[in-house]
């Protein structure tokens, strides 16, 4: 059964430490790794990792695949109070990028 | 440019009843995806269309759940005879084609009464 695992479930931090984010998965047909943080309500998207080994930047946030091992990681460097959310990882499969296995995600919370 | 959205953001229903869920895409996407979140679960694909076709519908109930985008308007999905275990978010992504990511809407979360 294709599955999506991330850990941990959930994190604290304080404001100003730097937090790793684990995604794993078992897939056929796997196309890409995404990652989506969630808020409020909708999934905001972050990162669309196909190749592996070539990291992937956006500001404080930076994610990474290894296609060998099949997983992934999402860094935060400096992490502030507004990256408290949920952070989903998800593998695209088949016919479409949109077509996604979605892990439970990971609920990060920082404290100021 | 506004992203997708999603209306209505809350619908109540009794058991028995019809809802409607509908989706417009941003502009000038034309792949629609349909998700539904039980709570305390993960975002569960159910349904990818095009314009006027059903592409892969591997997700959906077999009863009660349908799903169409016509050419004109947006994306429905239809939950005929709603039960309690229907409860849930469900959320609307679209992208501009196969292999571009996709983007998702606020949600509509059903509460069935």
């Known amino acids: 059964e294709d599955k999506v695992v991330q850990s941990p479930l959930s994190l604290v931090v304080h404001e100003g430490d730097t937090v790793t984010l684990n995604c794993s998965y078992e897939?056929?047909?796997?196309?890409?790794l995404l990652w989506y943080k969630q808020e409020k309500k909708a999934p905001t998207f972050l990162f669309m990792l196909?190749?592996?080994?070539i990291e992937k930047k956006s500001g404080r946030l930076s994610s990474i695949l290894d296609k060998k091992e099949l997983f992934s990681i999402l860094n935060i460097t400096a992490t502030q109070t507004g990256d408290s959310a949920v952070y989903l990882c998800?593998?695209?499969?088949?016919?479409?990028?949109?077509?996604?296995?979605f892990g439970k995600g990971t609920k990060l919370s920082v404290k100021p | 440019n506004a992203g997708v959205m999603q209306n209505p953001r809350h619908l109540v229903r009794r058991r028995g009843q019809e809802a409607r869920l509908r989706c417009s895409p941003m502009?000038?996407?034309?792949?629609v995806y349909w998700y539904r979140q039980l709570p305390e679960e993960g975002l569960k694909f159910m349904v990818y269309?095009?314009?006027?076709?059903?592409?892969?519908e591997s997700g959906m109930p077999k009863e009660r759940f349908s799903a169409e985008f016509p050419k004109e308007g947006p994306s429905i999905l239809r939950i005929q005879q709603v039960v309690r275990g229907d409860s849930a978010a469900y959320f609307c992504?679209?992208?501009?084609?196969?292999?571009?990511?996709?983007?998702f809407g606020q949600g509509t979360r059903l509460t069935v009464v």
């Open positions: 502009k000038g996407h034309s792949h």
């Open positions: 897939v056929t047909n796997f196309r890409s």
């Open positions: 998800a593998a695209s499969q088949g016919g479409s990028q949109g077509n996604l296995i």
């Open positions: 269309l095009q314009k006027e076709n059903i592409i892969d």
């Open positions: 196909t190749s592996s080994g």
């Open positions: 992504a679209s992208s501009r084609d196969r292999d571009t990511e996709a983007f």
